[in-house]
């Protein structure tokens, strides 16, 4: 199958599994912000980043592994399963070990009493994690993309019985992530086969060397994007309190709406990274991929900008803790911030492909110490908003020093022109939206409107190139 043929079909594929499964969990923020406070929303998202924070560490970062030694048509499969389950396993062995002394750690006081819930919270995480890598290693995309809505589905259930009728909080959340993880892990375990992927003889300790030394640089890599994204909230909750820091976490839930057309999307072009590799107009793909996701990133983040109060109330219970109302003014640079988070992951997919994963710490390293600067200097100067802009800047830093360096492995050509004037556009739109002048909405409308007609220029020439493809095959 042509290669953009190829790409638009795991595209459509991955969005149809990915949908309506994304949409469920954006819409149990307005659940969660029902039953659950802001003091105690905070220590939910707190138990979410250290499991993203910690997975990486005791699973070795093997799930990466898995999709490019798996991809790999010269590398048996069954060998990459097995080994890098095993490696996974023995990693795994050591949250008993760990874990029950993070509450010691200064900020992680309030994670204590969750402390066998997270031990199996991150088990069964990394469990399906592993299972459905490998699914997509084995290009099976219909397959993962209905494990996609089962799981959310079995987590939609699962939260409506242990948070909203039984009313456990954080408990009953982490209960349902962890009842849903099993369910997925076994759903693919017997759909897919996989118990014929395992087999003692078939461990290689050469393919092992080879996945570590290929996922070790990811390791900091993922720890260092974890902390980054959550920092904020430890520093509004070290400098403000746990509720503002809570509401800040009900605000971030709305850019997620831009990092879903960026998974969607992103799921299919990693693998189309990795197998196009070696092909002989790889530059030109990736210029007219990157092309193409950067204006729907910029035309979707205008979009939900102009759209941000309506958004804000569907997708946050306002009813019993007011408080969360103005989660919607930190909004806007939170989804300006998710442009060019989606856009780093973009240009990382070039660093996993060429297997310079050590680049992808080096840059995320840089966005991480901006975050942490600018926290200090903004948060107590302009409080919550402070944090907001922080985190945009940082990754803005990481998308600078990306498109120079992952280009060198790389060397697409890209619109200089077009990012500055989409840049420009979605941080005037933020203006009008924080401190919102007369007629603003009607400001942020004709904003959208340039944007599109910006946007299109990029958007068309891939659009033509997979239709000239479709009607050739």
């Not at 393919?207 to 974890?226: D, H, N, Q």
């Amino acid at each position: 199958m042509n290669k953009y043929k190829n790409l638009a079909f795991n595209t459509v594929v991955f969005t149809i599994g990915s949908f309506s499964s994304k949409i469920i969990s954006l819409l149990l923020n307005n659940l969660y912000t029902k039953h659950i406070s802001p003091p105690q929303l905070y220590t939910k998202n707190l138990i979410e980043t250290l499991a993203l924070f910690m997975i990486p560490v005791f699973t070795l970062s093997m799930g990466e592994a898995v999709i490019r030694f798996g991809l790999d048509g010269s590398t048996d499969k069954k060998k990459v399963f097995t080994t890098s389950s095993a490696l996974t396993l023995s990693g795994l062995l050591l949250t008993a070990a760990v874990v029950p002394f993070i509450q010691y750690i200064p900020f992680f006081s309030s994670v204590g009493s969750y402390t066998v819930l997270l031990m199996i919270y991150i088990s069964t995480s990394a469990l399906r994690a592993q299972c459905s890598q490998f699914v997509r290693a084995r290009e099976l995309v219909k397959l993962f993309s209905l494990d996609g809505i089962l799981t959310t589905f079995w987590l939609l259930i699962f939260n409506i019985i242990f948070i909203s009728h039984l009313g456990m909080g954080v408990k009953g959340f982490m209960i349902s992530v962890i009842l849903s993880d099993l369910c997925s892990s076994v759903f693919l375990f017997i759909t897919a086969g996989l118990r014929k992927y395992i087999d003692r003889r078939a461990f290689s300790p050469q393919l092992g060397k080879s996945m570590l030394l290929f996922c070790l640089p990811l390791i900091p890599t993922t720890v260092m994007w974890t902390f980054t994204g959550f920092s904020d909230q430890l520093f509004i909750s070290g400098m403000k309190g746990e509720s503002p820091a809570g509401i800040y976490s009900a605000a971030t839930k709305i850019p997620n709406l831009i990092s879903m057309l960026s998974t969607i999307f992103f799921q299919a072009w990693n693998m189309s990274a990795i197998t196009e590799n070696d092909s002989e107009d790889r530059n030109v793909f990736y210029e007219k991929v990157y092309g193409a996701y950067e204006a729907v990133l910029y035309i979707g983040a205008a979009g939900l900008i102009l759209l941000v109060k309506p958004v804000s109330a569907l997708l946050i219970n306002y009813s019993v803790y007011p408080e969360y109302r103005g989660a919607c003014i930190y909004t806007p640079l939170l989804i300006t911030a998710a442009v060019f988070t989606c856009l780093d992951l973009f240009l990382a997919s070039i660093y996993t492909a060429t297997k310079h994963t050590v680049n992808a710490f080096v840059t995320i390293l840089a966005a991480g110490l901006s975050n942490i600067v600018l926290n200090l200097l903004l948060i107590p100067r302009l409080g919550i908003q402070g944090a907001a802009l922080a985190t945009f800047i940082s990754y803005l830093v990481c998308f600078i020093i990306r498109m120079i360096d992952a280009r060198r492995f790389v060397p697409f050509r890209f619109s200089l022109v077009t990012s500055i004037s989409g840049t420009a556009l979605l941080l005037g739109m933020c203006a009008a939206a924080i401190f919102r002048p007369k007629g603003y909405i009607v400001i942020l409308a004709v904003m959208t409107a340039v944007m599109a007609a910006i946007s299109a220029k990029s958007l068309l020439p891939m659009i033509k190139a997979v239709l000239r493809r479709v009607k050739r095959a």
